[in-house]
Each structure stands twice: as C-alpha cells, then as structure tokens.
C-alpha cells in the first residue's frame, strides 16, 4: 500500500513541475511581443538612415567577413599541418620497449627562421667584437723577452749581452722589437753575423725605423748586429778567429762561440715564426740579391715564394749555420744575400728593403697599396768556375747577367809576362755570385754558375739534389757555396752538449 502511495506522490509532483513550466514560457513571449510593439515607432524613425547607409556597413560586412574566412582559413591550414606532423612523429615514433635505430633518430627537417640585421653567424665576431659562441675576444698575451713585456701596439728598443771583452765588460747589441696592434706570425730579421758584412746593419736599421705597430699585424724583430765582437773590429770572425755562423745552436758551456750563439738562439730565436738572415758575398766576393733556402722542406719552400721575384738558391743546411740550426728547430728560415762585404752599397740597401717589404705584405703582416710581379727564377745547383793560371782576374760579366756554355767570363793577366788566359763558361745559366777583381792563385773560386730551373723542377731536383764537393775546405767560399758535412745532427748535439770544440770551417 505505501508503495502505491509514494508512486502517486511522484506522478503529481511531475505535472505540477510541468504546469509551472507552461506558465513561465507564455509570460515570456508576451513580453517579446511588447518589446517588439515597443520598438517599431523607433525603427521607423530611422529605416531613412539605414537606408542611406546600408551600400557602406555592406562593404564593411563584406571586407570583415573577407578577413574572417581567410583567418578561419588560415588556421585550418596550420591545425592540418600541425596534425599531419603530430601524425608523421607518431608513425616514426619506436614502439615501446624497441631499441631506437639510426632510422628511427633521423632529424626532422624544419624552415629556418630568418636572421634579422642585426644577428651574427656562428663563430664570427658581432659589432661589438665579441663572439657568439666563445664570448668576448680574449686580449692577446704580452710578449715576454730579454725580460721586458711588450704589449700589442708597443714597440721598443732592447738590449741583448753579445759577449764580453777580455776585461770582463758586457757588450750589448740593440734588438728592435715592434709588436703590431693586430695580431700575426713574428718575423725575425737578423744580420752581420758576419761582422764585415754591413748591407744587411743598414736593412734592418731602415725597416724597423719605418714600421708602426698601429698598422703592423703580427711581430717584427730586428737584430741588425748580431756578431759585435767581429763588427767593432771590423772582420767576419769572433777574435779567437771562430766563424759564429758555424756554431748554432750553440752551447752554453762551450767556446766561446757556441756560448755566444746559445745565448743568442735562447733568448731572441726561439720567440721567431719566420726567420731572415741578411748577408753579403765572403771576403773579396759579391752576390746578386739572392734567397738561399733548403728547398726540401715544404714549410722553408712556401716561405720563398713571398720574396717576389728575388732569385733564389737551393742550399741544403750548413752545420752550425743559423738558418739551418732555426730550420730544424721547427722555424722556417732562409738567408737574404745582397752584395759585398767591407763596404756599404746604397743600392743593395734599398733593393734589400723593398725585397723584405714584399714579404711583409706577402705574410699579411702589411697592406700595401699596389705589389709589382715578374717570375721568380729559382735555381736547384750552382758551380762554380775556377781560375787554372795565375794572375789579376779582369772580368767580362755582371753579377746576375744570363750566361750561356762557352760564354768568356773574362779573363786572368800575367803582369809579368804579358800573357792573357780567357776564363770559359762550361755551364749555361746566371751568374749569382762572382770574385771582384784582384790577383789570384790557380785554382782560385771566380764566378758562381745558377742553374735555372721553375717551381716544380726545382721541388723534384732538390728532393734528388747531389751534394757537390766544391775542393774548398780551405777556401771560405768552400761551406758558402758547397756541401755541409754529413755528420748526424744527434752527434753533432751531442758534441756541442759535451763541451767538445769544432775546428775552424770555412766561411
């Protein structure tokens, strides 16, 4: 019974929620209908001015429903691609639990944004200097030498100890340093080595003079006297009659010589990217301007090319020579000869000049508003021409002229007897070194034959060179021009390392 009663009570509920309902809904609509009673008299008012102004909120509709449709468009396109990548990623997704492979990690390919004016490539330095990924530029370290630091843009005047006289007094040599404000490689420049040999003073003089730090990229080093002992007196030699140029790298605790030479390589050689040694002819000789270099070593043969058209020589290494001793400390290194010794040549100064000026520029280390060219005449072998009488030499050639076989060099005169004798070429080529005129000994050095040859020749023939003896052991042009001796570099250190001394070798 109470069972029924509940299910009527619901069912009466219902019908009352329904006639409720019914009520609200017709009070509703007559109000709409006032509302729209209300509002007629107004919208008659104005239907003139909707009239006027309908063509124009057409357009506006018109324009807004344009920019609707292609923003809805818009987004439809990019809902599509963003469902179609989500779609791709998933397909190339692993299953779970698989091992990833090489396939299932390739990259997705995506459009680069564009840079603005303003962005800077990776690596390269922005405007302000710094970089993009390492930060500001770091400052370049100062250079530490003959306990002085030089800071890029600096330059200054140096002194190293060249020996001591026989009274215990130091001797001091100047060394010009000039540091560029930008940063390159270091070129050293040396000369007189040879103390009689002075082309080479007034080079070195010249440029450092004219060089300025503001515009310099890299280093320059100028030592333009290295042997002052032989220079203040006036000879080649060390006074115990040594050669330096035979006692590089030397030894701190050997001759005299050797100490010298290891105090030299220490504290100015071993700061050299690139080094230039400056010479003239030996003794009563002279040279064209010439480049000698061992031209077997890749790194010395790319740095002749930068010397313009300057002739140079394949010269294979001397023992204790500076070039050589730099060569196989990892330093490319050649010798600049220009000249006589025993006199200044205005002439070979200048030439000199200009020669280095070009390898400035050729290193970057200058910028130069016009190079001049011409063919670089490179010579793998030279011989020379020997006197077989007796006599003054009065010679026929000028250093540097081309000469053919059988070409009269000129001639050697007996002032006693009157007879002439013609001295012949035997070999084709250019004279690169010749005797200046005086009296001579049969078997005396006289002219100095180059054989010509271009760049790749002389590479193959210099890696197949044949040391040729000259007979000159006692002769200084004999270690100039000819063979260095065939002792094994590790010996000769360890000579030198055991205070052992050399005996004295040519020039």
Partial sequence: MRQYLLIGLRTR???????????????????????????APEQGQ?????????????????DAEKDRQKTQRDTDALT????????????????????????DLRPIEVQAQPRNATSTEPGRNSDDGSDSKSGPKKAEPALEILGTKVEPGESHRLLWV????????KLETPVYVIRGKHSGPTL??????????????????????DLSPRKLYGTVIGVPIVNLLGFTRGTRYLPDRRDLNRYFPGNPEGSSASRIAASFFEHIVHHCDLLIDLHTGSLTRTNMPQVRANLQIPEVLEFTTKFGSTAVLHSRKLRGNLRSAATNYGIPA?????????????????????????????????????????SQPVFYSSRWVRVNTGGLLISEVEVGERIWEGTVLGSMVNPITNESFDVISPYSGRVLGMALNQFMLPGYAAFNIGIVADEKEAVDNAQNFECINTDLETDPAADEYGCAAEEDDDLVREELNLGVEEGEEGS
């Fill in 162 to 169: 060249a020996g001591e006289t026989s009274y215990g007094s």
């Fill in 46 to 62: 104005h239907e003139e001015e909707i009239a006027r102004d309908a063509p124009i909120a057409a357009a506006a509709d018109s």
């Fill in 188 to 209: 050293c420049l040396t000369a007189a080595i040879h103390g009689d040999e002075l082309n080479g003073v007034e080079i070195v003089r010249k440029l450092v003079s």
């Fill in 334 to 374: 050649v010798a600049l000869e220009l000249g006589e010794p025993g006199s200044l040549q205005p002439e070979h100064v200048e030439e000199g000049v200009e020669i280095i000026e070009k390898v400035l520029s050729g290193l970057d280390m200058t910028r130069r508003l016009w190079t001049t060219g011409g």
């Fill in 13 to 39: 509920r219902f019908w009352l929620f329904t006639c409720l309902s019914l009520a609200a809904a017709g009070a509703l609509a007559q109000g709409d209908q006032a509302a729209r009673t209300t509002a």
């Fill in 80 to 103: 599509r691609e963003v469902l179609d990548m989500a779609s791709d990623v998933k397909a190339q997704a692993p299953s779970p639990g698989a091992a990833a492979t090489a396939q």
